[in-house]
């Protein structure tokens, strides 16, 4: 993650830090001025952390820096930290969420859980745990959920951890699967303000933020989801370029991938398995078959991944010109077909 916007996630969070302390001792304008605030500064700013934060979702540090921020906290709480206490729950589950995105394959699979979880969120919330922790052990939920002030009142609105989890899954789903990370943000975060102003402005007790979250993904990703799914015969993975001794060709399947490597079966017959570790630059480690061959590229489209190997320095003369810029536009073609 560079410089800068470590910068920019500190100062956002000591921004958001410092409202949170401060909020009881604003001004207290009213209902819809009090959404209005919400709306446009405290959500924005709060779910705008999960963008800035999004590079780490490939760190192989994630869960384990989740984890520990959930321990610590629980020792927040006990010592009365509440803002802190906050902040860390927030930060937890936007960690774990990132790691969680690691057991999905493509983007299909984030695409039926974006489909189903909606529906298991609003039965939980309306007759199920949810509307028992909510209605039966408030002080519960409170504790768990992640609390956004409300101007010049000690109350709050709150997000669940799954809402937090599943926001930045999402998020992070969007940049590593090439869609669209702003609209998602955004569409996401409209929906969430708009369940929130509905819950605000009627007898509801608690309307479910987990379909807000789910749809918000899908509205913004959708055409090019269904797309990907129209090409769901090819060959998820596909290894293809020159090396100074070999060229590759290879149709190949994932069976492994994590922060720290990514496992293809090739489907020639026997079938090779093929490694990504990644390097330094920006490139990746290629072995095939247990045999090295060299650096490449890795372009992680929508739904499927296209390994160019590269060579250790400039190809021999005797690839024609024409035939490594038909190479070039073959490559363009098949990250094409997986996005």
């Known amino acids: ?44 700013a709060t779910l705008g952390l999960l963008w800035l934060a999004l ?12 984890l ?13 930290l509440d803002v802190l206490f906050n ?21 299909a699979w984030v695409a039926v859980v974006a489909a189903l979880i909606p529906w298991v969120d609003a039965a939980s919330v309306w007759k199920g745990p949810t509307e028992y922790v909510v209605e039966e052990q408030p002080q519960v939920f409170d504790n768990v959920s992640v609390a956004f002030r409300v101007p010049g009142e000690n109350s709050t ?7 937090i989890l ?10 590593r699967f090439s869609l669209r990370i702003g609209w998602t943000w955004f569409a996401i975060t409209a929906l969430i303000l708009a369940t929130l102003i509905v819950a605000a402005t009627t007898d509801v007790s608690g309307l479910p933020a987990l379909p807000a979250v789910a749809f918000g993904f899908l509205l913004a990703n959708g055409d090019l989801i269904w797309r990907g799914l129209r090409r769901r015969g090819l060959a998820p993975a596909r290894i293809y370029g ?15 991938r994590s922060p720290s490597r990514i496992v293809l079966l090739t489907r020639e017959r026997p079938p090779r398995t093929a490694s990504l570790e990644p390097a330094p630059a920006g490139v990746f480690r290629l072995t095939i078959a247990k ?29 024609h010109p024409e035939q490594l810029a038909a190479d070039e536009a073959k490559v363009e073609r098949l990250k094409l077909e997986r996005r």
Not at 166 to 175: G, K, N
């Open 87 to 107: 902040l860390a729950k927030l930060f937890a589950f936007m960690l774990i969420g990132y790691w969680f995105l690691t057991w999905f394959e493509n983007v």
């Open 157 to 163: 609105a709150n997000l669940g951890p799954p809402d």
């Open 1 to 44: 993650m560079s410089r800068a916007r470590w910068a920019a996630l500190v100062l956002l969070t000591a921004a958001v830090a410092a409202y949170t302390a401060s909020a009881g001792h604003l001004w207290d304008a009213g209902l819809w001025a009090d959404l209005l605030f919400l709306s446009l500064v405290v959500f924005p």
């Open 55 to 66: 590079p780490l979702h490939a760190s192989a540090a994630a869960l384990p820096a989740g």
């Open 242 to 256: 020159r090396t100074n001794s070999d060229f590759y060709d290879l149709e190949a399947d994932v069976i492994e």
């Open 68 to 80: 520990t921020l959930a321990a610590l906290s629980v020792l927040l709480r006990l010592a009365e």
């Open 166 to 175: 599943f926001a930045a899954l999402f998020l992070a789903a969007a940049r």
């Open 291 to 319: 045999q090295d061959a060299g650096m490449a590229l890795v372009h992680d489209l929508p739904n499927g991944i296209v390994v160019i190997p590269q060579p250790d320095a400039v190809l021999p003369h005797d690839v």
